[in-house]
């Protein structure tokens, strides 16, 4: 008899060489195509925010969202498609969140021989991601532990990046915070949903993290904090946070877990502080 997890599927290659070359193409193009920056104010919870918005995070942005489209359509394809929680949303988060990480970290490289190298390693990446997400669709499929693990260190190094990014930026509190509050819940959410959690109970989990990493975001603001520090802080209270959701849906928080939560939040915090400090 064959075992239940001896199936493997793979994406078309058709479609994952398209996707590939969107993925270049776009990436190109941010580099040549220069859009004017604008600035926007409005008033958030009471707060007045005001900010630029940088033509090259606009056009990230909508590479981002080319990435997103790339991943609905491969997951579409897939035989089990119909099955998989949330539909194919959730499969959109990685793939988008990834793209504009790599993005940001194109444009810090001079235009030359390293940004082509570049270019091509975060190409062969996304496309490592997208068969990833296509990989966790079938939860019998022989690589899907792999696959899942994968993704997990992902969510966890994009938080990193990303929380990092926005208290690098500058950006008023409201503006920042709630940025931090969404990327967070969808993140968590994504995690959830690897765990085998269901969409709707998932969300309601997924935003209470988002809403607790969010107001430190907010707090964080008004501490003369390093980029990296920041990102240490909210990435060691985003692991606990998810930690004791996932350990309270599994069968309960235990002392014993108490205590390792609790020692490796400590560790993270005494590394966050130490890196927090201005020099």
Same mark, same amino acid.
């Given at each position: 008899?064959?075992? =239940?997890? *001896?199936?493997?599927?793979?994406?078309n %290659?058709?479609? #994952?060489?398209?996707?590939?070359?969107?993925?270049?193409?776009?990436?190109?193009?941010?580099r040549?195509v220069?859009i004017?920056?604008? +600035?926007?104010?409005?008033?958030?919870? !009471? *707060?007045?925010?005001?900010f630029e918005?940088?033509? %090259?995070?606009?056009? #990230?942005?909508i590479?981002?969202?080319?990435? *997103?489209?790339?991943?609905?359509?491969l997951?579409?394809?897939?035989?089990?498609?119909? *099955?998989?929680?949330?539909?194919?949303?959730?499969? /959109?988060?990685? &793939?988008?969140a990834?793209a #504009?990480?790599?993005? @940001? @970290?194109?444009?810090l490289?001079?235009?030359?021989p390293?940004w /082509?190298?570049?270019? =091509?390693i975060?190409?062969l990446?996304?496309?490592?991601?997208?068969?990833? +997400?296509y990989?966790?669709?079938e &939860?019998?499929?022989r690589?899907?532990q792999?696959?899942?693990f !994968?993704?997990?260190?992902l969510?966890?190094?994009?938080?990193l990046?990303?929380?990092? $990014?926005?208290?690098?930026?500058?950006?008023?509190?409201a503006?920042?915070g709630?940025?931090?509050?969404? @990327?967070?819940?969808?993140? =968590?959410?994504? #995690?959830?949903?690897l765990?085998?959690? =269901?969409?709707?109970?998932?969300?309601?989990?997924?935003?209470?993290?988002?809403?607790?990493?969010? +107001?430190t975001? /907010?707090?964080l603001?008004? $501490?003369r904090?390093?980029?990296?520090g920041?990102?240490?802080?909210?990435?060691?209270?985003?692991?606990?946070?998810?930690?004791?959701? %996932? %350990?309270?849906?599994?069968?309960?928080?235990t002392?014993?877990?108490?205590?390792e939560?609790?020692?490796?939040g400590?560790?993270?915090?005494?590394?966050a502080?130490?890196l927090?400090? &201005?020099?």
């Open positions: 008899m064959t075992p =239940s997890n *001896s199936v493997r599927y793979f994406p %290659q058709d479609r #994952l060489s398209v996707i590939t070359a969107v993925i270049l193409l776009a990436y190109t193009l941010t040549f220069d004017p920056t604008r +600035e926007i104010s409005a008033t958030l919870f !009471g *707060s007045s925010i005001g918005l940088n033509g %090259q995070i606009i056009i #990230l942005a590479v981002a969202a080319l990435i *997103s489209t790339g991943s609905d359509t997951i579409r394809s897939h035989p089990k498609s119909e *099955s998989t929680a949330g539909g194919t949303v959730p499969h /959109w988060i990685l &793939p988008g990834s #504009l990480g790599l993005g @940001l @970290l194109l444009n490289a001079p235009l030359g390293v /082509w190298i570049g270019l =091509s975060s190409a990446f996304l496309v490592l991601v997208l068969v990833a +997400e990989t966790v669709v &939860p019998n499929d690589a899907y792999a696959a899942a !994968g993704l997990t260190a969510t966890y190094i994009i938080a990046a990303l929380f990092s $990014w926005l208290r690098y930026t500058s950006t008023r509190a503006l920042s709630t940025t931090t509050a969404f @990327l967070a819940t969808v993140l =968590s959410l994504r #995690l959830l949903l765990s085998g959690l =269901s969409f709707l109970r998932g969300s309601v989990y997924a935003s209470v993290v988002g809403l607790v990493v969010g +107001e975001m /907010w707090a603001n008004y $501490w904090v390093t980029p990296i920041a990102g240490l802080l909210l990435l060691v209270q985003f692991y606990i946070l998810h930690g004791l959701v %996932q %350990q309270h849906l599994i069968g309960g928080i002392r014993r877990m108490i205590v939560f609790a020692v490796v400590l560790i993270g915090v005494v590394i502080i130490t927090a400090a &201005p020099r």
